[in-house]
């Protein structure tokens, strides 16, 4: 006789199974072959062949290691070329934001191709592994958050189980941050100087922290509000801190993003009051000029890409923070009404692209392009997506979605090699530019001698 959940065996304990009946997933490892109700941490389960299959079953180690790096890549060239160029810009975090967004088109609750749900988990995954999750003793079976295509996909519940890479990329990126603000307190020159190359370090290192922070909304509201949803999890020390962890990062996202908008504002008012008032009359004046300047240099990568005479310009960037929770909420009330949550997904974005059109924030072509690409590659894997629980309510047995998952696929591809090719390009231009002018300078001071 076979062990619970086999349908085939080769003997009656649960590690000789060669299938499984429905509800059941085989899954072999070098101590057997098992059928289990949850598929173990990176995998997930096959529904059509009763197997669990790993995440990225469909690409090659070389495939998985680009998709990881890519966006690494992309922002480092673009954190570079932004320095170099001497201002920061919001390249960088339009680029996370759109990699989030199509990512988080795993969740929509619809019949995913195989390359498309491969794609997918392979922009969720990072080049930091999950070591955080390791720690969770919890039975598998009792941390599926039951709803949608989270149950479907036997997601867990707890937050570290999911953003653990992602937080571990955060302490990295904090740790850089705190080098730079050390090397600038204890660094001789002023440390309200913006030229310094102490001060530069620490914007360059604030900025990128900020940016990676703001880029990840979506995937932190989201398991933030999985976790506080399962109540009943809270039983061990793990799940305690997760449910902590939840709260704390959500707390403190709030909190820099409330900083940042009174910052922004201060400086909105001082670029407003400064055009009527020219000269600087006392040093307590000259003080708060210098102050401001540093909020400047420090706060530039939120607004320096934009229009600084309305507020809607200038504060454009709370126009992008805000499409994030709205986006992503969606995706998750929504599961029960797969054409309902496709369709606002696609209506949403149409609508926020509409809205950058008819404020036109950007001051110059580059960033321009950036956002508009983005989130029209984000609008065209939504269209996409929403073809697949239209065609399929009219059409039974529909064998076309793998490809609507190929046209998926070549939105994604295109997406993160322009703006790859774009960042490097943008760091090659920078580099170039310094060069020439260091050239000549070198001509003019041979000049000048001569």
């Not at 060669?18 to 085989?26: M, Q, V």
């Not at 050390?182 to 309200?192: A, D, N, Q, R």
């Not at 922004?264 to 102050?291: P, Y």
């Not at 059109?357 to 939504?382: D, G, T, Y």
């Amino acid at each position: 006789m076979c062990h619970t959940g086999c349908i085939m065996c080769t003997g009656p304990t649960n590690s000789e199974c060669s299938s499984c009946i429905s509800g059941y997933f085989h899954y072999s490892n070098s101590s057997g072959n098992y059928c289990l109700l949850v598929c173990p941490t990176g995998y997930k389960p096959n529904y059509k062949s009763n197997e669990c299959e790993p995440l990225l079953s469909g690409l090659s180690k070389a495939q998985e290691a680009t998709l990881q790096a890519t966006p690494v890549v992309t922002s480092a060239a673009f954190l570079a070329s932004s320095v170099i160029a001497g201002g920061l810009s919001i390249n960088l975090m339009v680029c996370l934001v759109a990699t989030e967004s199509l990512a988080n088109m795993q969740y929509l609750n619809i019949n995913h191709s195989d390359i498309a749900a491969t794609l997918y988990a392979g922009m969720s995954s990072s080049y930091v592994p999950n070591w955080i999750s390791a720690f969770n003793t919890l039975p598998e079976d009792d941390l599926i958050f039951n709803w949608g295509v989270f149950e479907k996909n036997q997601i867990s519940a707890l937050y570290l189980d999911n953003v653990g890479d992602a937080l571990t990329e955060m302490m990295i990126y904090t740790g850089f941050f705190l080098l730079a603000l050390l090397f600038t307190l204890s660094s001789k020159t002023e440390p309200l100087s913006s030229s310094s190359l102490a001060s530069k370090a620490y914007v360059t290192a604030f900025s990128n922290l900020l940016g990676n922070m703001i880029g990840k909304i979506q995937s932190q509201i989201l398991f933030a509000v999985i976790q506080i949803i399962k109540l009943n999890l809270f039983v061990d020390s793990y799940s305690r801190l997760s449910l902590f962890t939840a709260y704390l990062t959500t707390s403190i996202l709030l909190g820099v993003l409330t900083l940042c908008f009174f910052r922004l504002q201060q400086i909105f008012q001082h670029k407003k009051s400064s055009r009527d008032r020219k000269w600087i009359v006392s040093e307590d004046d000259q003080f708060k000029s210098t102050r401001i300047k540093w909020l400047e240099k420090k706060y530039e990568f939120l607004y320096g890409d934009f229009k600084s005479g309305q507020v809607n310009h200038f504060f454009f960037i709370y126009w992008i923070i805000g499409f994030n929770p709205i986006y992503i909420l969606l995706i998750f009330s929504l599961q029960g009404i797969p054409i309902m949550q496709c369709f606002s997904i696609v209506i949403f974005t149409l609508a926020y692209l509409l809205l950058s059109v008819w404020i036109k924030p950007f001051n110059s072509k580059s960033p321009a392009f950036l956002h508009f690409f983005n989130f029209s590659c984000v609008l065209a894997a939504a269209v996409l997506n929403l073809l697949q629980p239209i065609v399929n309510d009219f059409v039974k047995d529909f064998s076309g979605t793998e490809i609507l998952g190929r046209g998926i696929f070549l939105v994604i591809v295109f997406n993160t090699g322009t703006n790859a090719l774009f960042s490097l390009g943008g760091l090659v231009y920078e580099i170039y530019i310094k060069i020439k002018l260091a050239t000549s300078k070198k001509k003019k001071m041979i000049l000048k001698r001569g």
